[in-house]
């Protein structure tokens, strides 16, 4: 994610810019910095860790003037350290960019800048644009150097690839900040004598509420005495400010009551960049000798909590799609349980943090067995991406409540990639059937898109049944982990009793925990299985539960005879119904749980971590 902000104004810059990556600290915090012009040179201030250790620095340093820009960054190109720290530079110090999102091309670009003498100082994408622009700049000779510089920051963003929002400052116009905005996340905010931008409102709250809201492919260019505002092709577009009327805790929030509701939102967008990386990403992990991945016949997956149930769907796309056996281990099981060596064996970790410390445990195991290993994870530079000989990131953005629901569903399409590409390598699957598979994939974030649709229904439906002190899941095949989650989704931030079963198992004990009322949610998309699925409505019915249809348009009519409530989500393929699923059940534990006034963000005895054993 990473956050932007900047300052020109009258005042000095470095207290906002501090108080705003402050209020930025949420959308990454593994390192910060500012740049600000001073006496017309950049006076950069950067440093690993959150925005707390920049503050120390900042207040060795003291750097002074009244045009600043600083960032705090969620690390994807490049381990957090100084050096990939933001702002970045070109060759002569005195061009500063700070960004979000990703530059798709950066590499060919950076092979171009090198080829022509730039030297480059980090491992981030980031540092292209700045040596991009001072390029741009040697072709941009006439006008003011305000005016070049606004025309070599549009020559640049023209030849990036991706979805980014950036911010630029030259030594030479100190009273000047442009900022760039595609697919990705970028506010100015209006003050008197002083203007902002920023990658989220809460940033520069305190200062002012009048906002614009840049549109994609706009670009803005900041001084002292106001803001304009320009399309594509370089026009001046009109600027229509908002009035925000959020506190500023609310604003945090992006208007919503809590992060996790925040976070269920946020999924279309984290899906979306997840596998705007997943061709090129997996074709390099395919690629390296290190793991050998195309000569592996077992597959152990490992990990934690939500995770595991991630890595439980893995299993059913590594078997059907790359034909490969996968079994699947809690990590903390896998560290203490014999596992016979064997040659050409992959261990998967599944993580958000990939600082847990049983999933770190299992991979360690797994090394001294001799195991290949690969980490699908949220947190570039965590314990777990050095841990493994590769790494496929999840490109969701930090986590912030304790209950995980982007990440949990961006780990399934990220090992649903894995095996249609392992499978596609392998000549496990032909062409035709990969492409089949990769469009529907593809199509999944517009699908979950639509699915948050049912929000209000969902709502609605809690409202009778929430004060239940026992709540069951039931799903078949790829939805039997999915009950599991919408069961630990519940139980972890609403304190009830909560239990997911494979549907076929009910009738071999858990039935006897049923009772007149219980509620049963039963997943039951129109698919293959729909009728084993009905059959347990009826089952369940008959013991006297409440039961609670999870089905697809499709099986609307038939699920509605045998259930007292449906919960209609759209119809994805097989293989992909779950992430939809889901995002149903995300919602009713969130509405369970408010109804019933717990803290959802920070539910009693949990921690969002969990780093000890
Ligand atoms: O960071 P990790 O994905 O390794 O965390 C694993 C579990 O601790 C985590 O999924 C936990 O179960 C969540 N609180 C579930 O919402």
Aim: proline share 3%; aromatic share 8%; glycine share 8%.
């Amino acid at each position: 994610m990473c956050g932007i902000i900047g300052y020109v104004g009258t005042k000095k810059c470095t207290p906002a810019l501090i108080d705003g990556l402050k209020k930025l600290e949420y959308r990454g915090y593994d390192s910060a910095g500012i740049a600000v012009v001073q006496d017309g040179q950049i006076v950069r201030v950067r440093a690993v860790g959150k925005v707390a250790e920049l503050e120390k620095a900042v207040a060795q340093d003291k750097p002074q003037g009244t045009c600043g820009i600083g960032h705090t960054r969620w690390a994807t190109h490049g381990k957090p350290s100084e050096e990939n720290s933001h702002p970045h530079t070109d060759c002569s110090g005195e061009i500063v960019v700070v960004h979000n999102g990703i530059i798709e091309n950066y590499l060919t670009l950076k092979e171009k800048l090198q080829t022509l003498g730039h030297k480059f100082q980090s491992e981030t994408d980031t540092e292209v644009i700045a040596h991009l622009i001072e390029e741009n700049l040697k072709h941009t000779r006439s006008g003011s150097h305000e005016q070049r510089l606004f025309r070599a920051v549009m020559k640049t963003s023209a030849e990036l690839h991706g979805a980014f929002a950036y911010g630029v400052m030259w030594a030479k116009t100190p009273r000047q900040i442009i900022g760039v905005k595609n697919q990705s996340p970028l506010v100015v905010g209006l003050g008197k004598n002083e203007n902002f931008l920023a990658s989220d409102v809460p940033a520069f709250l305190k200062y002012t509420s009048k906002v614009l809201f840049l549109e994609d492919g706009q670009t803005a260019v900041l001084t002292p005495d106001g803001v304009k505002l320009y399309g594509m092709d370089g026009q001046e577009t009109k600027v229509k400010t908002t009035k925000i009327s959020w506190d500023e805790k609310t604003a945090e929030k992006g208007g919503y009551k809590h992060f996790m509701l925040k976070e269920i939102y946020e999924q279309p967008q984290g899906l979306e960049d997840t596998l705007r990386t997943a061709r090129e990403d997996f074709g390099r992990i395919l690629g390296l000798k290190t793991t050998d991945l195309r000569n592996i016949k077992n597959v152990y997956l490992v990990a934690c909590g939500t995770a595991y149930h991630a890595a439980m769907i893995g299993k059913y796309y590594l078997e059907n799609f790359a034909g490969v056996t996968a079994s699947v281990d809690l990590a903390s099981e896998f560290k203490y349980r014999t596992i016979p060596p064997a040659e050409n064996t992959l261990c998967i970790a599944v993580s958000q943090s990939g600082e847990t410390a049983d999933t770190l445990g299992a991979v360690k195991k797994a090394k001294e067995l001799g195991f290949k290993r690969l980490a699908i994870c949220n947190v570039l530079g965590s314990g777990l991406t050095r841990a493994c000989n590769s790494v496929f990131f999840t490109h969701c953005g930090p986590e912030i409540s304790v209950a995980s629901t982007k990440a949990f569903t961006s780990q399934i399409i990220s090992l649903y990639a894995l095996a249609i590409f392992l499978g596609h390598a392998s000549g496990n699957i032909s062409q035709k059937v990969f492409n089949k598979l990769y469009k529907e994939l593809m199509a999944v974030p517009k699908a979950v898109a639509d699915t948050l649709k049912i929000e209000y229904d969902v709502r609605h439906l809690t409202k009778k049944i929430y004060k239940s002190d026992r709540f069951i899941f039931l799903g078949r095949n790829v939805d039997y982990p999915i009950a599991l989650e919408g069961a630990l989704k519940l139980k972890e931030i609403s304190y009830v009793s909560a239990e997911g079963f494979a549907a076929g198992e009910i009738k071999h004990g858990p039935i006897s925990i049923i009772d007149k009322g219980t509620p049963v949610l039963i997943l039951m998309p129109k698919n293959l299985l729909f009728d084993k699925m009905l059959s347990a409505c009826a089952e369940c019915r008959a013991r006297g539960a409440f039961v609670i249809a999870l089905t697809t348009p499709d099986g609307k009519e038939e699920a509605a005879a045998v259930s007292d409530k449906q919960i209609i989500v759209p119809q994805a393929s097989e293989y992909l119904q779950p992430v939809l699923d889901i995002v149903a059940l995300q919602f009713f534990a969130y509405w369970v749980a408010k109804r019933l006034g717990r803290d959802i963000d920070q539910p009693r005895n949990l921690a969002k971590s969990v780093t000890v054993e």
